[in-house]
């Protein structure tokens, strides 16, 4: 059945409203006063959650109480960490099915998951597997978005991009010259908000529709390595001096991060799940150049890489990304 012309996303539900990536999603679509969006929450405590979101408690061990929540609800936004239970996801769409809401946008927001490479790095299986779920039970379209790495987290967290900000060491992969697409947070929460504000249908302009069952492509910057520091060093106020620069084939590091994964070292597998990015002349998340870029139709602002930069430092001199994945 052709959508509606008029018909318009109204009610949200949202999972990890509070979280890393989630605030950001809450914060946007909050500024849009046609939503009316609530956060299915495990604590009956919402004293943190911003003014204007709803809440409603759920009990993963009681689908029932999933189903209930979503019922009404026009979309359903998963952002799940990666401590999450393995099926909490199916749970959620099996419950957004039983509820009958139209659309999701699934666990979806980093690189393309229908690319081979996502293969390689291990996080393409799952991912489609979650996709498949939501067709096969034919009541819900998904729409994922594709943003490759968060900037802030990617550029913040040690040796992920191959700079340690804290520790002032670079690793340039080859010669730090493969470009890829990465968005900050906020550009990612832009991204979402805009989307859901589509008309669902229509013969004019861009649709809702028009991406379901689809990625959507999104980026604030396309960086290479050489750039990132350069930027590190405008907003510091360092020289390329007061860094401990090395060199190393991405390729080879994707193979020395896979045997720390074997030995059972957590940051293997981020390694190679980002050196896999950076092989040289591939391209393999530069989705601007071998795909497109959806930042126009969603009337996505062009966003300054220093000051996103700035942050990044601000949070590697906080320690944030031990205190995310290392705090006792």
């Given at each position: 059945?052709?959508?509606?012309?008029?018909?318009?996303?109204?009610?949200?539900?949202?999972?990890?409203?509070?979280?890393q990536l989630g605030k950001y999603i809450t914060a946007e679509l909050l500024k849009n006063p046609n939503f009316t969006v609530t956060a299915l929450t495990r604590?009956?405590?919402?004293?943190?959650?911003?003014?204007?979101?709803?809440?409603?408690?759920?009990?993963?061990?009681?689908?029932?109480?999933?189903?209930?929540?979503?019922?009404?609800?026009?979309?359903?936004?998963?952002?799940?960490?990666?401590?999450?239970?393995?099926?909490?996801?199916?749970?959620?769409?099996?419950?957004?099915?039983?509820?009958?809401?139209?659309?999701?946008?699934?666990?979806?927001?980093?690189?393309?998951?229908?690319?081979?490479?996502?293969?390689?790095?291990?996080?393409?299986?799952?991912?489609?597997?979650?996709?498949?779920?939501?067709?096969?039970?034919?009541?819900?379209?998904?729409?994922?978005?594709?943003?490759?790495?968060?900037?802030?987290?990617?550029?913040?967290?040690?040796?992920?991009?191959?700079?340690?900000?804290?520790?002032?060491?670079?690793?340039?992969?080859?010669?730090?010259?493969?470009?890829?697409?990465?968005?900050?947070?906020?550009?990612?929460?832009?991204?979402?908000?805009?989307?859901?504000?589509?008309?669902?249908?229509?013969?004019?302009?861009?649709?809702?529709?028009?991406?379901?069952?689809?990625?959507?492509?999104?980026?604030?910057?396309?960086?290479?390595?050489?750039?990132?520091?350069?930027?590190?060093?405008?907003?510091?106020?360092?020289?390329?001096?007061?860094?401990?620069?090395?060199?190393?084939?991405?390729?080879?590091?994707?193979?020395?991060?896979?045997?720390?994964?074997?030995?059972?070292?957590?940051?293997?597998?981020?390694?190679?799940?980002?050196?896999?990015?950076?092989?040289?002349?591939?391209?393999?998340?530069?989705?601007?150049?071998?795909?497109?870029?959806?930042?126009?139709?969603?009337?996505?602002?062009?966003?300054?890489?220093?000051?996103?930069?700035?942050?990044?430092?601000?949070?590697?001199?906080?320690?944030?990304?031990?205190?995310?994945?290392?705090?006792?």
């Open positions: 059945m052709a959508a509606n012309p008029t018909t318009r996303i109204r009610n949200i539900a949202i999972v990890g409203a509070t979280g604590t009956p405590d919402t004293s943190s959650f911003p003014s204007g979101l709803h809440a409603i408690p759920v009990d993963y061990s009681d689908p029932s109480t999933l189903t209930a929540a979503l019922k009404g609800q026009d979309a359903l936004i998963i952002t799940l960490a990666v401590t999450a239970p393995s099926d909490t996801h199916s749970k959620l769409v099996r419950a957004a099915a039983e509820a009958g809401v139209p659309w999701i946008l699934p666990n979806e927001f980093g690189g393309d998951t229908n690319d081979p490479v996502s293969d390689e790095t291990h996080t393409g299986p799952p991912k489609r597997a979650d996709r498949k779920l939501i067709e096969d039970l034919g009541v819900s379209s998904w729409v994922g978005i594709v943003s490759g790495f968060w900037y802030e987290y990617s550029l913040s967290g040690p040796g992920l991009y191959g700079i340690d900000i804290a520790k002032k060491e670079v690793m340039f992969f080859d010669e730090g010259t493969q470009r890829l697409n990465t968005s900050t947070w906020v550009q990612v929460g832009r991204a979402v908000a805009s989307l859901l504000a589509l008309p669902v249908g229509g013969d004019d302009g861009t649709t809702l529709s028009s991406y379901r069952n689809q990625m959507v492509f999104v980026s604030s910057f396309a960086v290479n390595q050489r750039e990132m520091l350069d930027s590190i060093n405008r907003v510091t106020g360092l020289e390329d001096k007061d860094w401990s620069v090395k060199r190393v084939g991405a390729k080879e590091r994707f193979e020395d991060a896979g045997r720390m994964m074997a030995e059972g070292n957590r940051m293997g597998f981020a390694y190679k799940l980002y050196t896999r990015y950076f092989f040289p002349g591939e391209d393999a998340s530069l989705f601007e150049k071998t795909k497109r870029l959806d930042n126009e139709k969603l009337g996505l602002p062009v966003e300054d890489l220093d000051e996103a930069t700035r942050k990044a430092v601000e949070m590697a001199q906080d320690g944030y990304f031990a205190k995310l994945h290392y705090a006792s």
